[in-house]
């Protein structure tokens, strides 16, 4: 599931205060310099079929104007956010820490360059993209032989007298073995998505919850099932990577990995709606586990979200896409005043056999770690 009822809010802080819509055109490949500002993310690496002994990363950055004055946007959304009945109080500074990126300027034709620690070769993602994804690259690059350890540090530095870094986190894995596919909102972390206030609450002004229970299952999973690749696949927007990054890294750490979120520009806000509708987010997330598919395509995922919104009908069209073998099972956390029906979830998992997935509640959370998910239970 993800953020949709959220963006309303973003919209109207924006359509109060629009935000600049011309990009900065520097010419094509040129390098990040001292007034750009580069998110990388982490990102999934993976054994070239074509060329054994040489590792594959597919490597995410976004780039934009460093010098941004997010006043306009901060008082925007502020505004928005008393009109629910929330007062931002003296949480000004969160709520600017967390939509920041809502207000970055992408750039396009930029360059980005990047040395993974322990790999043999150097990255260079060409030219990252004008509208409708202004400033995102997405490349899979060659880094060469890369050392047996399962994380690296991608480190892109800035050309010119600079001194920054920006780094993220490489998390090579196998194509064999297990993997895990996880939604976040509502499934590992409390969202709270079908309620628009405790929505906006727990995504710009809270200090983010995990759904409980939930860290101790996935430590409990990368110790089962052997150090499996996690995936985080959300609907939420990219904007909100470096919360959401934080929040794994540090409540999850024993379940670290890439998070892929959507590209969702505020330039354009038809597309925006258009990618907030529910049947939008199943597309998108059926294709990035296309995506992981392509990496890892004799991996054996589990695949875990919640009934909020389309993550059972997600995992049913996965099931039947990719195969048995490739999703191996299907847990969804049975979230209260969701759409629980039976009927909903034999239409969801229409073609999957009943021991391929679990609804759970809450109360079933500890025993989920007594599942010998290695050896085909489910
Ligand atoms: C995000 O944008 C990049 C650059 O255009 C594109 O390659 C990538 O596929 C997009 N990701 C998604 C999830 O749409
Ligand atoms: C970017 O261009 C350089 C020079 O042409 C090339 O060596 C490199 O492989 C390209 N990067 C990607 C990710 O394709
Ligand atoms: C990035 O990684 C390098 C190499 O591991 C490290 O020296 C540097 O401090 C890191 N920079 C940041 C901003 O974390």
Not at 83 to 107: C, H, P, Q, Y
Not at 149 to 178: C, Y
Not at 257 to 263: D, E, T
Request: aromatic share 8%.
């Amino acid at each position: 599931m993800q953020l949709h009822s959220l963006l309303p809010v973003v919209i109207f802080a924006l359509s109060v205060h629009a935000l600049p819509t011309r990009h900065h055109e520097r010419g094509i490949f040129d390098s990040v310099g001292t007034l750009d500002n580069v998110l990388v993310f982490d990102a999934p690496a993976f054994p070239d079929p074509a060329n054994p002994g040489n590792t594959l990363v597919n490597l995410q950055a976004f780039v934009s104007l460093r010098q941004i004055d997010l006043g306009p946007l901060t008082s925007g959304i502020s505004a928005a956010l008393k009109t629910l009945g929330l007062d931002v109080g003296n949480k000004l500074s969160t709520v600017e820490e967390r939509i920041k990126l809502f207000g970055a300027i992408g750039l396009s034709g930029k360059t980005v360059k990047a040395t993974v620690s322990g790999c043999s070769a150097q990255v260079q993602l060409n030219g990252t993209s004008g509208l409708p994804d202004l400033g995102m690259v997405l490349q899979t690059a060659s880094l060469g032989k890369c050392g047996s350890g399962k994380e690296s540090i991608a480190q892109v530095k800035t050309s010119g007298l600079d001194s920054r870094t920006f780094n993220a986190t490489i998390f090579n894995s196998p194509n064999s073995g297990f993997g895990v596919i996880s939604d976040i909102d509502d499934t590992v972390k409390i969202s709270n998505v079908l309620d628009k206030l405790a929505l906006a609450k727990s995504t710009l002004l809270d200090d983010p919850e995990p759904v409980p229970g939930m860290p101790e299952l996935y430590a409990s999973l990368a110790k089962s099932l052997n150090d499996p690749q996690f995936v985080y696949v959300s609907g939420s927007p990219f904007q909100l990577y470096p919360f959401l990054n934080n929040f794994i890294d540090t409540t999850y750490s024993a379940s670290k990995g890439p998070i892929l979120l959507q590209n969702l520009t505020l330039v354009d806000i038809p597309g925006l709606l258009d990618f907030a509708k529910s049947d939008g987010v199943q597309e998108y997330k059926v294709s990035m586990i296309e995506r992981i598919h392509g990496m890892y395509p004799n991996k054996k995922f589990l695949a875990v979200g919640d009934s909020t919104q389309k993550d059972p009908e997600t995992y049913g069209e996965a099931f039947n896409k990719f195969g048995a073998d490739f999703i191996t099972c299907s847990w969804i956390r049975r979230v209260e005043g969701a759409d629980n029906s039976d009927e909903r979830f034999a239409a969801a998992f229409k073609g999957v056999t009943a021991e391929k997935f679990r609804i759970y509640t809450d109360a079933d959370i500890p025993s989920l770690a007594n599942i010998n998910v290695a050896g085909g239970e489910c």
